[in-house]
């Protein structure tokens, strides 16, 4: 491992990307993957439809319908309790799998078990969702088909030769594809799957990704239609510049408004963990709630999408507004507590809606809807943490890019708020609740950012190769009358070395010591050691060397320049320093140039050029690592 042309090999190994040609076969299923997502969401939004339109108009037809509109009166109370007791009866003998809006369990998967979903979980997820929007629930419907998409994507990554990484990449690529066919929205999807989900950004997971979700926009166009899921006029012409400013107020609002929303939610799940009675009955008990929602003001009952499309038409009367903001609030966070299948971006979207239409009536006009539509974005921003996912669903969504500042300004700062006042969003507060922890901020390691030759010894004590035994017993009688001191000394390798620097053996401290205390001390000592150690190079990685060490179970590697000398010696004591670096870099402050007013002779009279020197002399005292 020691030769030249390993070395070599290593160096033309570094590079900026580390993806290979498994990344090719990976962006081919992802693309079958895709596929099979168009062909789910069609599914799932034709069977919500049927369960519609049984449920609510007692006839069979695929065709969409709003359960708002049903004629049942009062009988319409009772429509989600059914729908409830028959997802908790799925939940309970079929997979407890099925419970909440889906993303928080693909993350699970993919943090827990390898990105393994069970293959029933593809068929009891969407029929429960079916079930539970179709009866009035007011949830969204891409929250189920994230999740179908995903578990296809991890049963093809199961059924093949594939590492946890690679079905991960799968699992999120069924997961955008669903997205992405729900919505016509492969960009955003894309963002999601980034934000969300793969917890990297890296090409071997970006570009199957991004294969699946492209493809299953593609064919959503051709099962459903390539019209946007919303219409509304497109903006254009400029932006007013008192628009901005308007739009970092309504984010601050509408980060609040994410907290509320989060904290009702499990607020009520809290709630329903002290009832005396086994979860299965839970969906029932919230759909009692939902039916007196829907008899109080039946558009909150499904998913809404006709109510978003009037919000963002600026079609809306201060009713709906009301009815969004304080029915549908009620009884999307109640039922959604109490661990029922269903999304949560459709909900959110209309809520954000009701409270940009409020605010419209004070901030500067833009256009009908504008407002509403700016609202959606920043609402889902602060509530799941993705701001460029949120302004760019408001985009695809009514393919209206004229806001796209105001989107995204309001998106960010309500991404800023919740991040700086809560610990945890809609979807990993449950996983935290599970013992899980998440961190959702994305860097470069940084044992990938320092190499080998920036943090080995180099001042290491080294024996030639003809060295016998009996300088190991001097070594250790030395180390004896030294004291305690010497034996906390870093090095636990000993190299033997040839005149031309060259490593011929290694000994650890217990071999020098076992060597030490031989009889016959005459012997050679390289025959005691490793002949053929492992051995790493000055231009690797820290990050490769962790990576060698975990896998070895070795805790030190003698270095090797291109040409097999021995150089140094690296230690996993030593990885730590890159790690050292980076904490001083995010927390050491200091002050690199220093404002000098034009007063003085002695000012007056220094040059531009002396000037520069002394910058430069300033930024070369700074304390270095």
């Known amino acids: 491992m020691g030769t030249t042309s390993h070395k070599r090999e290593v160096q033309e190994e570094l590079g900026d990307y580390s ?92 943090l827990t078990s390898g990105a393994k979903v069970a ?45 946890d990484a690679e079905r991960t990449v799968l699992l999120v690529s069924g997961a955008a594809a669903g997205m992405s066919a729900t919505f016509i929205a492969p960009l955003s999807a894309i963002l999601l799957a980034v934000e969300l989900l793969l917890f990297e950004w890296r090409p071997r997971s970006l570009i199957p990704v991004a294969v699946a979700s492209v493809t299953a926009a593609s064919l959503r166009r051709l099962l459903l239609g390539s019209t946007p899921i919303f219409t509304m006029p497109l903006t254009t012409g400029s932006i ?52 007196l929602g829907g008899l109080v003001y039946p558009p909150v009952l499904g998913v809404g999408y006709t109510v978003i499309q009037r919000l963002i038409s600026g079609e809306f009367t201060w009713q709906l507004i009301l009815g969004v903001l304080i029915v549908k609030t009620l009884i999307w966070s109640f039922s959604l507590g109490s661990g029922t299948s269903g999304g949560i971006l459709a909900p959110l979207i209309m809520i954000g809606g009701g409270m940009g239409a409020v605010l419209g009536h004070v901030l500067p006009a833009i256009a009908p809807g504008a407002w509403p539509l700016i609202g959606m974005a920043a609402v889902l921003a602060g509530a799941i943490g993705a701001p460029l996912t949120a302004a ?44 899980l922890h998440l961190s959702r901020e994305y860097g470069v390691d940084p044992l990938e950012q320092m190499l080998v030759s920036q943090a080995m010894h180099t001042s290491v004590f080294a024996l030639p190769e003809n060295a016998t035994r ?33 490593l011929v053996s290694i000994l650890t401290r217990s071999e020098m010591m076992v060597a030490a205390k031989q009889a016959d001390l005459s012997q050679p000592l390289a025959k005691d050691g490793n ?58 402050r200091t002050r690199v140039l220093r404002l000098r007013w034009p007063f003085g002779r002695d000012n007056e009279s220094k040059s531009t050029v002396e000037a520069v020197e002394a910058l430069d002399s300033e930024v070369e005292d700074l304390p270095h690592a």
Request: net charge positive; aromatic share 8%.
């Open 119 to 163: 293959p029933r979980l593809t068929i009891l997820k969407p029929v429960a969702s079916a079930i539970a929007i179709g009866s009035g629930g007011p949830f969204g419907a891409e929250g189920p088909i994230i999740v179908t998409g995903g578990a296809a994507g991890s049963l093809l990554g199961q059924l093949l030769h594939m590492s």
């Open 392 to 435: 760019m669903m408001a985009v695809e969504l009514t393919r209206n890019s004229g806001l796209i500042l105001p989107l995204l300004m309001a998106s960010v700062m309500s991404y800023a708020v919740t991040v700086l006042l809560q610990k945890r969003s809609i979807l990993t507060e449950r996983l935290s609740r599970r013992g």
């Open 470 to 502: 009996r300088a190991a017993a001097d070594w250790f009688k030395r180390m004896g009358e030294r004291g305690p001191e010497a034996w906390s000394h870093w090095q636990r390798l000993f190299p033997l070395l040839d005149a031309d620097g060259r």
């Open 240 to 291: 007013r510049e008192v628009v901005i400013p308007s739009a970092l107020l309504l984010g601050l609002i509408a980060g609040v408004l994410a907290l509320v929303l989060s904290k009702s939610i499990y607020f009520f799940e809290d709630l329903f963990e002290k009832l005396p009675i086994h979860w299965a009955w839970w969906p029932a008990i919230s759909g009692v709630v939902i039916g």
């Open 531 to 588: 002949l053929s150690p492992k051995t790493v190079a000055p231009t690797d990685t820290l990050r490769q060397v962790a990576g060698a060490m975990a896998e070895s179970h070795l805790t030190r590697y003698p270095v090797l320049d291109e040409s097999g000398k021995f150089v140094g010696i690296i230690a996993i004591d030593d990885l730590l320093l890159a790690r050292s670096k980076e904490k001083q870099r995010e927390s050491h």
């Open 19 to 110: 993806a290979d040609s498994r990344m090719l076969l990976l962006a081919g299923l992802a693309a079958v993957v895709g596929a099979a997502g168009a062909g789910f969401a069609w599914a799932l939004l034709k069977l919500i439809f049927i369960v519609t339109n049984l449920f609510y108009f007692h006839r069979f037809a695929a065709n969409f319908v709003d359960p708002g509109t049903n004629t049942l009166g009062w009988k319409a109370v009772f429509v989600p309790v059914v729908g409830g007791l028959i997802v908790g009866g799925i939940a309970r003998f079929g997979s407890a799998k099925i419970r909440g809006h889906g993303m928080p369990e693909a993350i699970e998967a993919i």
